[in-house]
Nanobody
Framework: QVQLVESGGGSVHSGGSLRLSCAAS????????MGWFRQAPGKEREGVAT???????TYQFSLKDRFIISQDKIKRLLYLEMNNLSPEDTATYYC???????????????????WGQGTQVTVSS
């Protein structure tokens, strides 16, 4: 059982930066990987980035030059640093955790067993 709580969302101007955080409470086996999804209104959910227990990271190809995923395994905190934001990045961002290695594929096509409630990111022109 994993409970996840996101924070750090907000409104920024185009070109700005934000850092999202996700606090994990783990009851039982630790996740093999954690990561982020995002979903814009009227669009499908898409994977953003993942990081596994060995700190191996993957990124959606179009985002890897601007986004950085990291974690503090002692504090059980997950981060997403987002730079040079544009209005196309406006979405609800979800933290997720996966218990099995088979779910921890590349960021463009991964899945989670547990999900946070989401945090809104709005980027204005």
């Amino acid at each position: 059982q994993v409970q996840l709580v996101e924070s750090g969302g907000g409104s920024v101007h185009s070109g700005g930066s934000l850092r999202l955080s996700c606090a994990a409470s783990v009851y039982g086996a630790s996740p093999y990987c954690m990561g982020w999804f995002r979903q814009a209104p009227g669009k499908e959910r898409e994977g953003v980035a993942t990081i596994d227990k060995y700190d191996y990271t993957t990124y959606q190809f179009s985002l890897k030059d601007r986004f950085i995923i990291s974690q503090d395994k002692i504090k059980r905190l997950l981060y997403l640093e987002m730079n040079n934001l544009s209005p196309e990045d406006t979405a609800t961002y979800y933290c997720a955790a996966a218990t099995e290695i088979r779910l921890c594929a590349v960021a463009a096509n991964w899945n989670g067993d547990y999900w946070g409630q989401g945090t809104q990111v709005t980027v204005s022109s």
